[in-house]
């Protein structure tokens, strides 16, 4: 459909193959073969090849795959990308993420699980981490560098 080169709500490129407009609703199951962009009110299962992006209008009722993700707007639904998943200022999201990468911005609602799986290791063996989001006791969240230092200095 379009198949033009676009900068999208966040650091991603590819092409622009289904957009639905901001006063459109669609019902329904969509597979893309690049990347997709919901302004509108989508209820249904999205899978892009690329990147799938919720603007600040977006109503999204559905489970996604892509390789990357912005939210903006709202998702009811799980989200799992292969790479990389943007939440960004005003954004909710009520599911579970699965994501090597995870972006959250101040002033996002996310009610779900994150599944954070790392990259393959050099022997073959892939480990992964799964969490609840949450906030340790000094606002940091748990498992993150900050969080971890707190902890192993109360062992101490």
Do not use: W, Y
């Not at 489970?63 to 799992?80: I, K, T």
């Not at 939440?87 to 090597?100: C, F, K, Q």
């Amino acid at each position: 459909m379009f198949g033009f080169g676009v900068k999208k709500e966040g650091a991603f490129e590819g092409r622009l193959n289904c957009m639905i407009g901001e006063e459109s609703r669609f019902r329904g199951d969509i597979s893309v073969n690049g990347s997709a962009r919901i302004d509108g009110d989508f209820e249904g299962s999205i899978v892009a090849t690329e990147s799938v992006i919720v603007g600040k209008c977006g109503v999204v009722r559905a489970d996604v795959q892509a390789r990357d993700m912005v939210v903006a707007g709202a998702v009811a639904g799980n989200l799992r990308a292969h790479d990389r998943v943007e939440l960004h200022a005003g954004a909710r999201v009520d599911g579970d993420i699965e994501t090597r990468t995870l972006v959250v911005d101040e002033g996002v609602t996310f009610n779900g699980k994150c599944a954070m799986p790392e990259p393959v290791a050099a022997e073959g063996a892939a480990v992964g981490k799964t969490g609840s989001v949450g906030r340790g006791e000094n606002g940091h969240a748990p498992g993150t560098e900050a969080e971890t230092a707190r902890e192993e200095s109360f062992r101490r």
